[in-house]
């Protein structure tokens, strides 16, 4: 798989943030204007406050004293401050207020575990620039977007909410989150465990790094969804890049091709098809993961079963080149044009332009360097290689900076974290990114629950009349493991403390 | 406690490199010669090889990729590639091959527990000096000699070893250190467990920060060592205070003080008088570091119990003010003189003059903020209040940074970190740094052991005819617990291989 195809795969995964209807780059790299206009409102209006502590831009170094604001978010409708809790969202790569509301999972717990909720934004997305509008500027200035610094800056706030906020000194805080973020949350019980007394990583894919899994896995869980979504649907895409290549060779194959999928801007060179083929599989990758059970706007609007829509279109593998390229116009259409409202299709727009891609990007350029492959064989795609001197190399272009491919696993500790207690990773068989995720219990209190109907943490999303029973368990689990950290920890206050609780 | 004693009293702490005869400063900031003729040599010459690694000079950040060479150590004379270990030394602040010639336990214990030894060197000491002669130029070169990129150090060093040495791969490694390297050593199993098994943590005082333990502690324990060595010894010694203030007064009184305590360079003003009392503090600070049983040499050559013949001079407070400080002398002259060589004592010359001296100042201005106090009452020194802003900014005076109080706590868990495992404490009761150590076990693998005869982690040094029981009861369990870790690592290699060992 090609250089640019990896780094857009990195940033759908990753950049949720672009749902928002003002791009937050824009927001950020201009003004700074806090934008509270969201595309998506739950149906419930969610009541927080939006807060801001002053962190320093580097944890790790004293040569500077800089700090910057990072911002946060705080619910406490149903918190008790007598046997209560604190739910911590590990912010990852784009805007708190977007993941706010696409965690519901939180909010519907909150009353059962007595829990104030905070959600945490990551450095260099949303508001929180350590550098304002010059923190993208270059390496320079990027020097402290790691996951370590993010980590610390989430120690740091934690303390300081129980310093400050009466009641939540002697309260348990849980760590919780989705994707990057559901691997921070395990990361972060895992470093900070006299901070957080257990984390409930969702779709965490911890060892999609150096060669823990094969690095084809990811897009071998794509086609098994849309293998499984209908007949013959992963052969018609696969079947389609050798289409499309016969297409463009053809006389008038571009402005046919740009004419059939409705393209804004029409294909001009080869250069273009490889465009155009990477951002149709970035179209399936984003479909596996927001593969939910109901209408949903996750990363578009989107239908109930998004890829059984899909795969409709997609039943007869053995037509003309461009019937089949017809088809995979109605499929895609799906996704970008639910709403019935777009006249043509854009591939130069990903779901991804955010200022969250600009992070990520960075991210995985430097840390999270995920090797992804296919071979057309065990996948519905084009044969692609992972080459980690090109993906390097692409990374000096674009940031000035190289991956350092074994850090994440020197640091996080890889496949070898049986010593750690107390996180729960959960994962939908769906999600193409379980592959890389915990699918396994590893002790009786590193516990893997696994969600065959889920796709991207599905079970932090807010309940739903079509969520699949699968899902339901879940999130009964997670909440009676929850509940059960809470309970050791004030039995162990109490102990300390020469009292006993019966809490929780 | 003025600023200018406290940094003192750290230094005496970290930086025993002073023992070597040409101070690593200077070879450092010259030439970074090699030098490898010491002062202090084991009877029995030890053998070892020396290597280096290139390491990143920033772990952190991606901004610069320069790398520089660690140096480290290792003797593989004992190691047995069938079922032995790996025994890691996690360098502190001060020449890796002092250390190793000082750390006779591991030697000691190689045979029986298999083990290959490994010294690793610590960045910014001896010559793992990541910018070579420019690297204490000031704060931005400074700015990587945190505890962080130390235990990355030894992280990624670890994995090298493993990596290139044959049947090394899988084999436990177990973290051993003494003081600040007891702590890196204990810190290091919290924070990579899945890279050491185990971690013995001699010396470590741990909750030495913040106001974990009353700041008082340490001058107290200092104190009790003098009271207990000779009748009132502590009582003669807080007596000297006032009579040095008295004498000093006196017209003719500071060149009779300098004559009768055979300065080197006469006292000119009242500056003068303060900086002879903190040296004398800190000779008394140092005598109870090194409180051995047996003639040593640590910091300086030593008669066995130290204090107890410095006491002989000290039996009686009550004698005038001029008889009082000729019996001081004699006392400082059991110290600064053991040899009988010495023509007069230097009180600009402190036994930490040397390259760690400049590297713990550093530390001890950024992470390793440590308070310290003295009240007159409960200790035989002058009252000192511990001044947080005066420190800071006499730090930022020093080195251009300020101090982080609380990141220590925030980072490694303060008191909190019960829920990590096989970590052995222990502390010589003698060592007045055991009022900030573990000195209660924390859970069943968080162990703690005392040694009421033990003065500076008298546990790591070699075996000797003159030492007391309590110390060879302490090494013994130390070994029973290592042998445990290493065969609970073989039991579970075993269940992952399928096949069951029986080693260790």
């Given at each position: 798989m090609?250089?640019?195809?990896l780094?857009?795969l990195?940033?759908?995964f990753?950049?949720?943030?672009?749902?928002?209807?003002?791009?937050?780059?824009?927001?950020?790299?201009?003004?700074?204007?806090?934008?509270?206009?969201?595309?998506?409102?739950?149906?419930?209006?969610?009541?927080?406050?939006?807060?801001?502590?002053?962190?320093?831009?580097?944890?790790?170094?004293?040569?500077?004293?800089?700090?910057?604001?990072?911002?946060?978010?705080?619910?406490?409708?149903?918190?008790?401050?007598?046997?209560?809790?604190?739910?911590?969202?590990?912010?990852?790569?784009?805007?708190?207020?977007?993941?706010?509301?696409?965690?519901?999972?939180?909010?519907?717990?909150?009353?059962?575990?007595?829990?104030?909720?905070?959600?945490?934004?990551?450095?260099?997305?949303?508001?929180?620039?350590?550098?304002?509008?010059?923190?993208?500027?270059?390496?320079?200035?990027?020097?402290?977007?790691?996951?370590?610094?993010?980590?610390?800056?989430?120690?740091?706030?934690?303390?300081?909410?129980?310093?400050?906020?009466?009641?939540?000194?002697?309260?348990?805080?849980?760590?919780?989150?989705?994707?990057?973020?559901?691997?921070?949350?395990?990361?972060?019980?895992?470093?900070?465990?006299?901070?957080?007394?257990?984390?409930?990583?969702?779709s965490?894919p911890i060892w999609q790094f150096e060669n823990i899994v094969p690095c084809g896995v990811f897009m071998k869980a794509v086609t098994t969804d849309?293998?499984?979504?209908?007949?013959?649907?992963?052969?018609?895409?696969?079947?389609?890049?050798?289409?499309?290549?016969?297409?463009?060779?053809?006389?008038?194959?571009?402005?046919?091709?740009?004419?059939?999928?409705?393209?804004?801007?029409?294909?001009?060179?080869?250069?273009?098809?490889?465009?155009?083929?990477?951002?149709?599989?970035?179209?399936?990758v984003?479909?596996a993961m927001?593969?939910?059970?109901?209408?949903?706007?996750?990363?578009?609007?989107?239908?109930?079963?998004?890829?059984?829509?899909?795969?409709?279109?997609?039943?007869?593998?053995?037509?003309?080149?461009?019937?089949?390229?017809?088809?995979?116009?109605?499929?895609?259409?799906?996704?970008?044009?639910?709403?019935?409202?777009?006249?043509?299709?854009?591939?130069?727009?990903?779901?991804?332009?955010?200022?969250?891609?600009?992070?990520?990007?960075?991210?995985?350029?430097?840390?999270?360097?995920m090797p992804f492959c296919s071979n057309?064989i065990d996948d519905m795609f084009?044969?692609r290689?992972w080459?980690?001197?090109?993906?390097?190399?692409?990374?000096?272009?674009?940031?000035?900076?190289?991956?350092?491919?074994?850090?994440?696993?020197?640091?996080?500790?890889?496949k070898?974290?049986?010593?750690?207690?107390?996180?729960?990773?959960?994962n939908g068989e769906l999600d193409p990114w379980s592959g890389g995720g915990v699918t396994k219990?590893?002790?009786?209190?590193?516990?893997?629950?696994?969600?065959?109907?889920?796709?991207?943490?599905?079970?932090?999303?807010?309940?739903?009349?079509?969520?699949?029973?699968?899902?339901?368990?879940?999130?009964?689990?997670?909440?009676?493991?929850?509940?059960?950290?809470?309970?050791?920890?004030?039995?162990?206050?109490?102990?300390?403390?020469?009292?006993?609780?019966?809490?929780?």
């Amino acid at each position: 798989m090609g250089r640019r195809s990896l780094l857009l795969l990195l940033l759908v995964f990753l950049t949720p943030g672009a749902a928002t209807p003002v791009p937050p780059a824009l927001r950020a790299l201009s003004s700074l204007h806090i934008s509270t206009s969201f595309k998506y409102r739950p149906t419930v209006a969610l009541e927080y406050s939006i807060h801001y502590i002053q962190q320093k831009v580097d944890h790790f170094g004293f040569n500077t004293d800089k700090t910057f604001k990072q911002r946060y978010l705080i619910a406490d409708r149903h918190w008790k401050k007598d046997g209560g809790s604190i739910l911590f969202y590990t912010g990852n790569e784009g805007d708190i207020i977007w993941f706010c509301n696409n965690t519901g999972f939180m909010w519907d717990v909150a009353e059962e575990l007595k829990a104030m909720l905070v959600f945490a934004e990551h450095r260099y997305y949303g508001e929180s620039l350590p550098f304002g509008s010059n923190s993208f500027k270059d390496s320079k200035h990027l020097n402290f977007l790691t996951s370590e610094q993010a980590l610390a800056d989430f120690a740091k706030l934690i303390k300081y909410l129980k310093r400050t906020i009466p009641g939540a000194k002697n309260q348990p805080v849980i760590a919780l989150g989705g994707s990057y973020g559901g691997m921070l949350a395990a990361w972060f019980r895992m470093k900070y465990p006299h901070i957080v007394v257990g984390a409930l990583a969702s779709s965490a894919p911890i060892w999609q790094f150096e060669n823990i899994v094969p690095c084809g896995v990811f897009m071998k869980a794509v086609t098994t969804d849309f293998r499984k979504s209908g007949p013959n649907c992963s052969e018609s895409i696969h079947r389609s890049w050798d289409a499309i290549s016969r297409l463009a060779k053809k006389g008038t194959g571009l402005r046919w091709l740009s004419e059939a999928l409705h393209l804004c801007t029409p294909l001009t060179n080869s250069q273009d098809v490889q465009h155009l083929k990477d951002w149709i599989s970035e179209t399936w990758v984003n479909l596996a993961m927001v593969d939910y059970p109901y209408e949903s706007n996750f990363l578009q609007p989107l239908p109930a079963w998004p890829i059984k829509v899909v795969c409709q279109y997609l039943k007869n593998p053995s037509v003309s080149d461009s019937l089949l390229l017809q088809n995979i116009f109605q499929a895609l259409n799906v996704y970008y044009n639910y709403s019935g409202q777009v006249r043509c299709l854009n591939i130069s727009e990903t779901a991804t332009s955010s200022l969250g891609a600009q992070g990520w990007s960075y991210q995985a350029c430097t840390e999270m360097v995920m090797p992804f492959c296919s071979n057309g064989i065990d996948d519905m795609f084009e044969p692609r290689s992972w080459n980690l001197k090109d993906y390097s190399d692409e990374c000096f272009k674009l940031w000035g900076v190289r991956p350092r491919p074994s850090w994440i696993t020197t640091m996080y500790g890889g496949k070898n974290i049986s010593s750690h207690t107390n996180i729960i990773f959960s994962n939908g068989e769906l999600d193409p990114w379980s592959g890389g995720g915990v699918t396994k219990n590893i002790t009786d209190t590193l516990v893997a629950i696994v969600i065959p109907d889920g796709a991207h943490h599905l079970d932090l999303r807010a309940n739903n009349a079509f969520d699949p029973t699968s899902v339901l368990l879940a999130r009964s689990l997670e909440v009676r493991h929850m509940k059960q950290w809470i309970k050791d920890f004030y039995a162990s206050l109490g102990k300390k403390h020469g009292i006993w609780w019966d809490k929780g």
